[in-house]
């Protein structure tokens, strides 16, 4: 494994795109930054992360006999590694808010962004940036619902001993999902969905209407199931639908 300590990046995600492109990565690669400019998330949102506080990093991992068609898996299976290294933690109340943010109770503490490279049918390699709010005490007042490890467990986190637990966790998840243990890998995503069974508030990103429903799961190729008013059950696309801020 390679690690790649950088003081400071627009992006890691980024930095590690163009690493690829202007050398050959053929081995577990890590980049991280004290702090990050331009963080991503899903669906464009950007990531704001207070320098010297959190986590920001990114993994390359060149991957063996994952088909395009599983890709979802890697989603549940990186989602799943932080959630169960968060849970060595004690962290309470953890859930995954589809597709991958990584909750305590009802509060965001970690986000995730995932960029595959696809070759034929075969998913070549990936890039996973994760953001976790660590030490951060105060957040800007447009993140209400941002919530950090010391806020929850009233305490300082050692930051490199948490990151490698997670890269650690994350090699054991992936290697699930390149041994074909997709049910196993599901199931645990089930178990631990957010707001799974429960009455909830969606937005319509076309429409931007509210509508409710109740979530049965998510499928095989990574789309939502709700349950809608009408008792029809329908999926959803990651930008089709998001949570409503309410």
């Not at 690690?3 to 577990?28: Q, W």
């Not at 650690?168 to 041994?179: G, P, R």
Request: hydrophobic share 40%.
């Amino acid at each position: 494994m390679r690690i790649i300590k950088i003081n400071a990046t627009n992006s890691t995600n980024s930095f590690l795109k163009e690493l690829a492109r202007s050398s050959s990565l053929d081995e577990l690669t890590v980049a991280v930054t004290n702090k990050q400019t331009s963080g991503r998330g899903q669906m464009s949102n950007s990531w704001l992360s207070e320098p010297y506080k959190n986590l920001t990093f990114s993994l390359f991992t060149p991957l063996k006999k994952i088909k395009i068609e599983h890709q979802a898996y890697l989603n549940f299976a990186v989602s799943l590694a932080i959630y169960d290294t968060l849970l060595e933690y004690d962290v309470p109340e953890l859930y995954i808010k589809w597709p991958n943010d990584i909750m305590s109770d009802k509060k965001k503490i970690c986000g995730i962004l995932i960029e595959n490279t696809f070759f034929d049918s075969w998913i070549k390699n990936t890039i996973v940036g994760i953001g976790l709010n660590v030490n951060q005490e105060k957040f800007h007042e447009s993140l209400i619902n941002a919530s950090s490890l010391k806020i929850i467990l009233k305490k300082n986190i050692d930051l490199e001993a948490l990151m490698n637990k997670i890269i650690d966790n994350i090699n054991i998840k992936i290697s699930c999902v390149e041994l074909g243990n997709f049910n196993l890998i599901h199931n645990q995503y089930h178990e631990v969905l957010y707001k799974k069974g429960i009455p909830t508030t969606f937005m319509n990103q076309k429409t931007n209407q509210l509508f409710m429903g109740i979530i049965h799961g998510v499928t095989s190729s990574g789309n939502i199931k709700i349950q809608l008013e009408d008792n029809t059950i329908r999926e959803f696309r990651l930008k089709e639908i998001s949570f409503a801020k309410v």
